[in-house]
């Protein structure tokens, strides 16, 4: 099993910039990922990180506004927002999966989530 820990979310103003981390432990972390979920929508795919390889995929709707990466020192994931909008207003959550994954429906393992609200 992969325990995961969100933090970094909070209140910004559109157009600012927040850093999500989750810390992870488990055996393997295979593909890790973020998602986020808004008030009377469903869960939707944002960012994925291939663990050992290191190669990332986005939704096209962060693309060149959201980085993914990793630190394997501190077995930590980070999602960097920049040039947030009052859309990416959501719940955000970190998860794991197997090497693929994507859909919400691939991934094993969830943390709680950070709020992330952005201002008009």
């Known amino acids: 099993q992969v325990y995961l820990v969100e933090s970094g979310g909070g209140l910004v103003q559109a157009g600012g910039s927040l850093r999500l981390s989750c810390a992870a432990s488990g055996r393997t972390f295979s593909t890790m990922g973020w998602f986020r979920q808004a008030p009377g929508k469903e869960r939707e795919f944002v960012a994925a990180i291939r663990w050992t390889i290191g190669s990332t995929y986005y939704a096209d709707s962060v693309k060149g506004r959201f980085t993914i990466s990793r630190d394997n020192a501190k077995n930590t994931m980070y999602l960097q927002m920049n040039s947030l909008k009052p859309e990416d207003t959501a719940v955000y959550y970190c998860?794991?999966?197997?090497?693929?994954?994507?859909?919400?429906?691939?991934?094993?393992?969830w943390g709680q989530g950070t709020q992330v609200t952005v201002s008009s």
């Open positions: 998860a794991q999966g197997p090497y693929g994954s994507r859909r919400v429906t691939d991934f094993n393992s």
